[in-house]
Nanobody, 120 residues
Framework: VQLQASGGGLVQAGGSLRLSCAAS????????MGWYRQVPGKQRELVAI???????NYADSVKGRFTISRDNTKNTVYLQMDYLKPDDTAVYYC???????????????WGQGTLVTVSS
């Protein structure tokens, strides 16, 4: 099983980016999916999470600017980031809580991280 993230890059403040993360491999089902971010020297922090049924939760710092969504048929989660600020600059990591085929216990998997840089 692996998670492949894409969509990071350099954008000016006020701009937009869309991150994608696809889970692939021997997967039975995917539960929660989400995004975290990390700045060097700081702890990784939750950005947004979405359940299989579509319920969402956001960090206060991104509410109203970021939108998380998913496509269960593709085991893919998206993060639409609008009105970006320099403080949003970080490495963004996707994760999925999933059950592999022929197993019963869910396990967290992480993507490789994608850098988002917002210039002022």
């Amino acid at each position: 099983v692996q998670l492949q993230a894409s969509g990071g890059g350099l954008v000016q403040a006020g701009g937009s980016l869309r991150l994608s993360c696809a889970a692939s491999g021997s997967i039975f089902s995917v539960n929660d999916m989400g995004w975290y971010r990390q700045v060097p020297g700081k702890q990784r922090e939750l950005v947004a999470i979405i359940t299989r049924g579509g319920n969402t939760n956001y960090a206060d710092s991104v509410k109203g600017r970021f939108t998380i969504s998913r496509d269960n048929t593709k085991n893919t989660v998206y993060l639409q980031m609008d009105y970006l600020k320099p403080d949003d600059t970080a490495v963004y990591y996707c994760y999925a809580d999933l059950i592999r085929r022929f197993t019963i216990n869910p396990v967290n998997y992480w993507g490789q991280g994608t850098l988002v840089t917002v210039s002022s």
